[in-house]
């Protein structure tokens, strides 16, 4: 069965370094999604990605995050300068169109900053 | 910016019984609502989705039920069991940006 793909697992860096988390979704669709979950809170979303560009990002995803989709297949979210308060899990996930909502989720990459 | 709440943190329930999960919500103009499922260390898994115009949908052993009047979701998982025993998240949308609740720890007893 596909599944969405997340690499790495876990990643620690330094506070200022640039990080970058990446994704590959599943092969046939369409949007694509970088949500994340600060330890013991609620899973939030960051951006969502559709036919090359950003769809809707959230209030979090300022100026330090970046999404790209490089070659068609994978799915990366940068974040430019690391802050210790960026320490999260980073969830990935993919749909293949409009309706029916429902994701597909990656198993997340650990960030930790320190 | 609680857009989507779920009041109890936690559940348990004797394997067998109803689980009965609930969710609130705010904004009369989501389309869809989701429910999912989360074990530790995996991402979360989708389980059943309601459309705004409906009130009820059911697969299996698990129905959601939309009030819109309350703007109140629930999940119900009759019988429960005990691979049910996870974190389970509602969510929904305006478009393409998703919103997830805090999560409701389900414990099911064997």
């Known amino acids: 069965e596909p599944e969405v793909t997340q690499t790495p697992s876990h990643q620690v860096t330094q506070m200022g370094q640039e990080v970058i988390l990446r994704c590959v979704p599943i092969?046939?669709?369409?949007?694509f999604y970088w949500y994340r979950q600060i330890l013991g809170q609620k899973v939030e979303f960051l951006v969502s990605?559709?036919?090359?560009?950003?769809?809707?990002k959230s209030e979090i995803f300022d100026d330090q995050f970046s999404v790209e989709r490089p070659d068609g297949s994978n799915f990366t979210l940068k974040i430019r300068s690391t802050k210790l308060e960026d320490s999260a899990m980073y969830f990935c996930a993919s749909r293949p169109g409009q309706i029916p909502y429902e994701q597909y989720f990656g198993p997340g990459t650990r960030l930790t900053v320190t | 910016d609680q857009q989507v709440k779920q009041n109890s943190p936690s559940l348990s329930v004797q394997e067998g019984r109803i689980s009965i999960l609930n969710c609130d919500y705010t904004n009369s103009m989501f389309d869809y609502f989701l429910w999912y499922k989360k074990y530790p260390a995996e991402g979360p898994t989708f389980l059943i989705s309601?459309?705004?115009?409906?009130d009820k949908n059911e697969d299996g052993r698990f129905t959601v039920f939309l009030n819109k009047s309350a703007k109140h979701l629930s999940l119900h998982i009759v019988p429960s069991q005990p691979g049910d025993s996870a974190v389970y998240f509602c969510?929904?949308?305006?478009?393409?940006?998703?919103?997830f609740g805090t999560g409701t720890s389900l414990t099911v007893i064997p």
């Open positions: 969510a929904t949308n305006t478009g393409n940006q998703f919103y």
């Open positions: 309601i459309s705004s115009i409906k």
């Open positions: 092969s046939n669709h369409l949007y």
């Open positions: 990605f559709y036919n090359n560009e950003i769809s809707e």
